[in-house]
């Protein structure tokens, strides 16, 4: 069975920083694509960043491009989110999900089948 489960959230004040972990179980994982997703109350499912086994393979939204970082360890079973210059609008609970093959866009949910159950990030002002 494939797991993951995210940890690391919790509450910060504007301007800090936070590092996520998605710490995955279940199989090798070296050629899946893995994914940060996130979901602000009462708000739609909106992408985060993505990376694919190759390092040149990684993409980030827009919203968070220059002060999001996803990583993953050379075990390639745990997959990071660091996030710096947070702002009250990142407040969400952040998803992590995997594929083996992603063949349409990474940026999409519908791209993955397997998902952990969140961990809730907090920025106040």
């Known amino acids: 069975q494939v797991q993951l489960a995210e940890s690391g959230g919790g509450l910060v004040q504007a301007g800090g920083s936070l590092t996520l972990s998605c710490a995955a179980s279940g199989r090798a994982f070296s050629t899946w694509t893995f994914a940060w997703f996130r979901q602000p109350p009462g708000k739609e499912r909106e992408f985060v960043a993505a990376k694919s086994y190759s390092n040149f393979n990684t993409v980030y939204a827009d919203s968070v491009k220059g002060r999001f970082t996803i990583s993953r360890d050379s075990a390639k079973v745990t997959v990071y989110l660091r996030m710096n210059s947070l702002k009250p609008e990142d407040t969400a609970a952040y998803y992590c999900?995997?594929?083996?093959?992603?063949?349409?866009?990474?940026?999409?949910?519908?791209?993955?089948?397997?998902w952990g159950q969140g961990t809730q990030v907090t920025v106040t002002s």
């Open positions: 999900a995997t594929a083996a093959d992603v063949t349409g866009s990474p940026q999409s949910w519908h791209s993955y089948n397997y």
